[in-house]
């Protein structure tokens, strides 16, 4: 384990085999200390039994007969072998001294994938457009707002939208593993599920809060009994809007106007399986909510696992549509001719060179291998900045530079000057330019501010309006 974890990884697909090798050896440990454990423990009492028939008065003789029936095993099974597990980590070792072979990859992944760089939604994704009443989004959209789910109405949320759900769950937990095998995501689940009850009956989970409070709000009756403190008040409603409530409820509706009032008046606060079982109809619809709340129940685990996942995958989601944007930006023919230089480099790739021909210094990709180069004057990396309040840092690209004035780096160059790194100072790189505008911000400040002693009027008997600094003046010579 200490040896594969201070192995140089030098690229992503290296560090991935490296963590399931580890998660191999992790499972491996597991597996052997369960073996000893239950041995140690000796519930069958087997291990007792042996270690009382070797410690008896005919130790020899019990010694000699396992002697024979270990032979006698070896002689009817002449090729049966014990592997050690040293074996096991030579063979690990082989495979981390030769990373390179594609044979010792840990997992598969699709050509989208890049080998666990990014997201394939593709087949999700088609699931999506055809649900009924959703907005249809192109890909990217579909990326950055699949996690999104509270947007669509619950009444939307049928059979298709749970196997949309089941789907894009699966293939979220199957690309966490398969990318980041040492992470216990079983124990991520446990975390988020505990107390899920009570946050879904609270309604604290999102797009699933609680309209109305009481039995109303499970059934979705449209009338609402938080604005009513007593059964007359109700009854003022009238028969019929009291029948529809109830008949939406499931309760039984005939009676009085005073009756029917008081009946309904019970449901306010309280849940339909803690009201009287009399109460309801003989055909009860109130006894079917039970089972709608439990589908809906489950439905919002669901989702709630898709919020976690999304989580734990916000780097590559962001990775995910740089990659789309960047091959949506190809043109027919680029994409032909990347394919072609794809195919031929194919068979004569050899894993006897580590250093990738790169004469023109170009970044290098996900893969290992330089960028190309139209991709690399697309975003401005041939340009270079240099920020002297960085110390001289030099910045590659456009966009690169831009983001730095919000870094670590630059922040810190501004405090050792004593100078605020606000807007004012965007795209200021030099010391003296700095210096400079921060001295104008201040006299400009100083301007701005108050100054009671100009600006401060007051009034004498004859009703002349002057400042304060000549009203006292005057008022120290005695010519008010």
Not at 258 to 264: F, I, K, V
Not at 277 to 301: C, H, R, S, T, W
Request: glycine fraction near 8%.
């Amino acid at each position: 384990m200490v040896q594969e974890r201070l192995t140089n990884k030098p690229s992503h697909r290296d560090t991935i085999n490296s963590e399931h090798r580890q998660r191999a050896m992790i499972d491996r440990y597991d597996e052997c200390t369960l073996s000893l454990r239950e041995i140690y423990e000796d519930k069958d009492g087997q291990r007792k039994e042996e270690v009382a028939a070797l410690s008896g008065p005919n130790e020899f003789a019990e010694f000699y007969s396992r002697l024979k029936q270990i032979k006698d095993f070896h002689r009817r099974h002449p090729g049966e072998v014990s592997v050690p597990m040293s074996v096991e980590f030579d063979e690990l070792k082989k495979i981390r001294e030769n990373p390179g072979d594609e044979v010792n990859n840990m997992v598969e992944f699709s050509d989208e994938e890049g080998y666990g760089k990014f997201l394939d939604l593709h087949e999700c994704y088609d699931k999506f457009i055809n649900l009924k009443g959703v907005d249809r989004v192109d890909y990217i959209s579909f990326i950055t707002s699949f996690d999104q789910l509270y947007d669509i109405s619950r009444e939307r949320k049928g059979g298709e939208y749970r196997q949309y759900l089941s789907s894009l769950s699966d293939y979220l937990y199957g690309f966490i593993n398969r990318t980041r095998p040492i992470l216990d995501i079983d124990a991520e689940m446990i975390e988020l599920f505990q107390d899920f009850d009570g946050k879904f009956e609270r309604g604290d989970c999102p797009g699933w809060a609680r309209e109305q409070v009481g039995a109303m709000a499970h059934t979705g009756a449209h009338l609402d009994l938080s604005a009513f403190s007593s059964a007359e008040e109700l009854a003022s409603l009238g028969l019929d809007r009291l029948k529809s409530g109830l008949i939406a409820l499931g309760l039984k509706c005939g009676g009085t106007v005073q009756e029917r009032a008081e009946r309904l008046f019970m449901t306010k606060g309280r849940k339909l399986s803690e009201l009287n079982p009399n109460l309801f109809a003989k055909n009860k619809p109130g006894k079917g909510g039970k089972k709608d709340v439990e589908k809906l129940m489950e439905i919002a685990k669901v989702e709630a696992q898709i919020y976690r996942y999304a989580e734990l995958l916000s780097e590559v989601r962001n990775d995910t549509v740089e990659n789309v944007e960047r091959k949506q930006a190809r043109t027919d023919a680029e994409r032909e001719e990347s394919e072609g230089e794809v195919s031929e480099e194919e068979p004569e790739e050899e894993p006897d060179d580590d250093i990738p021909y790169n004469p023109k210094n170009l970044p290098l990709g996900w893969d290992g291998k330089p960028i190309p180069y139209w991709l690399y004057k697309l975003h401005g990396l041939n340009i270079s900045y240099n920020c002297e309040i960085c110390g001289n840092y030099t910045y590659k690209g456009p966009k690169a530079f831009q983001r730095h004035f919000a870094e670590w780096r630059h922040a810190h160059g501004m405090r050792c000057l004593g100078i605020p790194n606000t807007a004012h100072f965007a795209n200021v790189t030099q010391i003296e330019d700095a210096m400079a505008l921060w001295e104008k911000l201040k006299v400009q400040k100083f301007d701005e501010a108050w100054k009671p002693d100009q600006e401060e009027e007051y009034e004498d008997s004859k009703g002349n309006v002057v400042n304060k600094k000549t009203y006292e003046d005057l008022k120290r010579q005695g010519l008010l």
